[in-house]
Structures are given as C-alpha cells and as structure tokens.
C-alpha cells in the first residue's frame, strides 16, 4: 500500500519559514519524481516544485528564490525548505509521486501565512 505522509505545516507571520517533509511507503523511492503542489481555497491545485529522481528541480515562478525542495532516498523522504513567506502561499500542500509504475498524492498539510 503506497502511503505519502506530509509533516510540518502550521501557522506562521509573513516573512517566517515552515520545512514540510513527506516520507514515502510503498514504493521505490528512488524511481520516482517527487513534487510539491499546493492548493487554495476556491483555487486550482498548482505545482510548487519537483524534483527528479536524478535530483534535477523545477519552481513555480512564484516561489523562485524562497522555496528549496529536496529528496533523501535513503530515507525515502522529500522536503520543501520555504522562506519569506507570504500571505499569498496560504494553502494546503500536498506531496505527490510520480512514475510510469503510478501517480501518488498525500493527503495534504495546511500552511497558513498571517500578514
């Protein structure tokens, strides 16, 4: 059973930083790109950052600069290091995996940004 398990949302002022981390379950970590999307209220789920299995990245314009994502195969994890919040990345943030063996998702983790 393939599980992705978000951690490390929570409030913080503008101008704060939050770590979120999803540590993956079955699957082979390794194979996989793993992304960062977020999503919210009233808007469409968009893309945060990925991260390849060969580590190559890619940001939204809006979070260039102040969002790092990362990955620890041997520990099956993928962080998103984000910095200079602001009120406007207010959403839930959900982990995903993907591969031609699937298309995974977690089930998301608030982050809340107060001005």
């Known amino acids: 059973q393939v599980q992705l398990a978000e951690s490390g949302g929570g409030f913080v002022q503008a101008g704060g930083s939050l770590r979120l981390s999803c540590a993956a379950s079955?699957?082979?970590?390794?194979?996989?790109?793993m992304g960062w999307y977020r999503q919210a209220p009233g808007a469409q789920r968009e893309l945060v950052a990925h991260?390849?299995?060969?580590?190559?990245?890619n940001y939204a314009d809006s979070v260039k600069g102040r969002f790092t994502i990362s990955r620890d195969n041997a520990k099956r994890t993928v962080y998103l290091q984000m910095n200079s919040l602001k009120p406007e990345d207010t959403a839930v943030y959900f982990c995903?995996?993907?591969?031609?063996?699937?298309?995974?998702w977690g089930q998301g983790t608030q982050v809340t940004v107060s001005s």
């Open positions: 995903n995996a993907l591969a031609n063996l699937g298309d995974y």
């Open positions: 079955g699957i082979i970590f390794s194979f996989y790109r």
């Open positions: 991260i390849t299995p060969g580590g190559n990245t």
